[in-house]
Structures are given as structure tokens and as C-alpha cells.
């Protein structure tokens, strides 16, 4: 199922046996097989409606197309769609867990995109983690750059934000189905105008990231963004050392300065360990979520890093 609206292009998809939301933003809706494609692996939750405003920002200074793919289980299918094609199947292959969200995004690259297509892979978050699996599992990925944005590669449940939330996520997820449930029957309007309100001391608040909210409280998608986080919290533990140089030279990462999931320890540690590597820490005052607030600003800052790649 498809829609187009602001310059943006929705489709709504089965891939490895779960929806999935993909969200295009220039070049139509087909690749060629020589073009340049953007494609975006988001943190977690993996709605591709909070980056939007980064995909068109991007798409506009560089030209080229921008995707983003959501999670396997992170989106609200439309009426005519169930959340998996086979249940049973779903379950027995974990289809909402981390491994097979990795899997998720090599099929959909296999399924989606034309071979010979030239990628550039923006990570946000666990999005990182999941993009060095894949380099990793597929070599041979024309991978012209991998831009890591807040990476969450290493050591999870070890990080300030990670000892808070692993009991939650581990152990007492289930608490909070309840409460899900209830907020997934509210209409709409009045979701949205509770989002508004969670995030009012945000005072440069993207609205664009208000309707993909609204889309996390309906269904399932909440509870299948809290299992991956559980999975994070126990599989995300050493870094792999051999993936990152294996690709150093295609890899950036970004670091925030103030960000609890991944400490300023952890940029000091990769330089330390990296010293040739583009290994950045933000100077801004940028949050983790930074699609919040200044998915703009992040998207411009991008587009400058990889413009000399994309010449070569």
C-alpha cells in the first residue's frame, strides 16, 4: 500500500514476513541502479516519520534519494495489513528481535534496492549497531559511507541511560502493556495533543515528529519497540573492533557530548583506539533524540561530511 504527501512517499510493505514502513523522499519512487541512495536505519523506536524533516533537509542540499526503513513491527499498518504475514512463523524466527532486525534490513536492501546501487547508510542509535552487522554479514555492500549518528554499539546496559532502563525493559516491560493498551484507544487529535504536552519543554519542538508519536501508541508498535530494547540492553555489549577497521576508512561517527547512552568515555575510548578514524563529538549541544529538535541541523551537517565522497 502506498501514499504520497509533502513532497514524500509512503509504502507500506511485507518484508521478511513483518510489515514495514518505507518512507522515500526524491527520485520518484523506483532507483535505477546507478543512482546515489541515502538509506536511513533508525534508533529505536524505528519510526521513519521522526526523520523526515532530516530526509528532505538532506535530499535538498545533496539531490539524491533519501529511504528510510522502519523496524520490523515498528509502524501502524493500514487496515488491509496485519503486523506479520504468519504468525507462527514470526515467533519461531524471532521476527522483532535484534538478529532478525538486522536480517530485516539485508533483505529489504536485496528485495528493494537495485544491485549496483551505491549506498550511503546513516545509522541513528542502535541503527549504528545495525549497520556495522550488516557490513559485516554482507561485504560486499557498495557502501560508499556509513555515517553513525549517537552510535549505541557498545555496552549498553553499562551506560548511565542503560542501568535505568534495563530493569524496565528486561524485567518489568510487561508492566507497561496496560497502560500501552489504554493510550492505543485514545482518537488521534487527543494523542497528539498529549504528545504536545510530554514534550513541551522542548520549545523548538519539530512538529513533523508529532504524527509518527501518535503512530507509536497505536497496536503493537510501542510494545515491539520495548522487546528490541530489551534484546539491546543483553546483546549490545563489546564493540567490534574488527568490522570498524575492517571499514574505517567509509566510517564517521558522531558522538554527543551529553548523551547517556553513549558516554563521552566511549568517543575517548574509540579515538583512543581509532586515532586515523573520523571520529567526531558533537560541539552543539545536540540530544540523543536528536530528530526532536534539529533533525535540520544533523541533516546539514551530514550532507558537508560525505559531499567529498560523493564527488570521488
Known amino acids: 500500500m502506498e501514499c504520497s504527501r509533502e513532497g514524500s512517499h509512503t509504502q507500506f510493505i511485507y518484508c521478511n514476513g513483518a510489515a514495514t514502513e ?45 529511504w528510510a526503513v522502519s523496524h520490523a513491527g515498528h509502524c501502524a499498518p493500514p487496515g488491509s495489513m496485519d503486523m506479520v504475514e504468519d504468525a507462527s512463523a514470526a515467533v519461531k524466527r524471532d521476527a522483532f528481535g535484534l538478529n532478525a532486525q538486522i536480517q530485516h534490513k539485508l533483505i529489504f536492501l536485496q528485495q528493494h534496492v537495485p544491485q549496483g546501487t551505491s549506498l550511503v547508510l546513516v545509522g541513528h542509535s542502535i541503527g549504528c549497531y545495525m549497520i556495522l552487522e550488516m557490513m559485516k554479514r554482507e561485504p560486499g555492500l557498495k557502501v560508499l559511507k556509513a555515517v553513525m549518528l549517537f552510535p549505541t554499539i557498545e555496552r549498553m546496559a ?42 513541551s519543554s522542548i520549545p523548538s519542538l519539530d512538529p513533523c515528529v508529532v504524527p509518527p508519536s501518535v503512530q507509536l501508541l497505536s497496536g503493537d508498535c510501542a510494545v515491539n519497540s520495548m522487546y528490541l530494547g530489551g534484546q539491546e540492553m543483553r546483546m549490545v555489549l563489546e564493540r567490534d573492533d574488527i568490522t570498524i577497521r575492517r571499514n574505517l576508512d567509509r566510517l564517521i561517527f558522531y558522538y554527543g557530548a551529553t548523551d547517556h547512552w553513549c558516554p563521552v568515555s566511549y568517543f575517548q575510548d574509540m579515538r583512543r583506539d581509532f586515532p586515523h578514524g573520523d571520529i567526531r563529538l558533537c560541539d552543539k549541544g545536540l540530544r540523543h533524540a536528536f530528530v526532536l529538535d534539529a533533525g535540520r541541523e544533523v541533516a546539514q551537517m551530514v550532507a558537508e561530511w560525505i559531499r567529498r565522497s560523493l564527488r570521488t
Open 158 to 199: 553499562q551506560s548511565p541511560q542503560g542501568k535505568l532502563m534495563t530493569p524496565l525493559l528486561c524485567q518489568l516491560r510487561y508492566l507497561a502493556y496496560l497502560p500501552l493498551f489504554l493510550l492505543s484507544l485514545l482518537p488521534d487529535s487527543l494523542a497528539a495533543l498529549l504528545i504536545r504536552l510530554l514534550f
Open 22 to 66: 518505507v518512507l522515500k523522499v526524491g527520485a520518484g519512487r523506483h532507483l535505477s541502479g546507478t543512482d546515489v541512495l541515502f538509506l536511513i536505519i533508525p534508533g529505536n523506536p524505528g519510526v521513519v516519520g521522526f526523520y523526515k524533516s532530516f530526509m528532505q533537509t538532506l535530499h535538498g542540499v545533496l539531490g539524491h534519494p533519501v
